[in-house]
């Protein structure tokens, strides 16, 4: 799925148009991966699934970007992104 942004981004020198989150690819070692990586970044949610932060990691990672980069996007982008994570998620 590509989700392009309204304005280009721009992350450590380079410009994103948008991602492409390829969600289908994700495996459950992705998902639990994405789970351990969020609490190491301070999550403290009860039900990773609903979590903003599980979300963005898991777009980083069906995405083969950074969590950095996800959480920089601005809020608009991010919102965008870490809602179809949980669309896929409650599928």
Same mark, same amino acid.
């Given at each position: 799925?590509?989700?392009?942004? @309204?304005?280009? $981004?721009?992350f450590?020198?380079?410009? $994103?148009?948008?991602? @492409?989150?390829?969600? @289908?690819?994700?495996?459950?070692r992705?998902?639990?991966?994405?789970?351990?990586?969020?609490?190491?970044?301070?999550?403290?949610?009860? !039900?990773?699934?609903?979590?903003?932060?599980y979300?963005? !990691?898991?777009a980083?990672?069906?995405?083969?970007?950074?969590?950095?980069?996800?959480?920089?996007?601005?809020?608009?982008?991010?919102?965008? !992104?870490?809602?179809q !994570?949980?669309?896929?998620? $409650?599928?």
């Open positions: 799925m590509k989700i392009t942004f @309204d304005k280009p $981004f721009e450590e020198g380079k410009t $994103f148009e948008g991602l @492409d989150l390829n969600l @289908d690819a994700l495996t459950g992705h998902l639990i991966d994405a789970a351990t990586e969020a609490r190491a970044l301070g999550d403290k949610s009860p !039900v990773m699934e609903l979590s903003k932060t979300q963005a !990691v898991l980083a990672k069906a995405s083969k970007m950074s969590a950095d980069m996800i959480i920089a996007l601005p809020g608009k982008e991010f919102s965008r !992104v870490t809602l !994570v949980a669309n896929f998620l $409650f599928e």
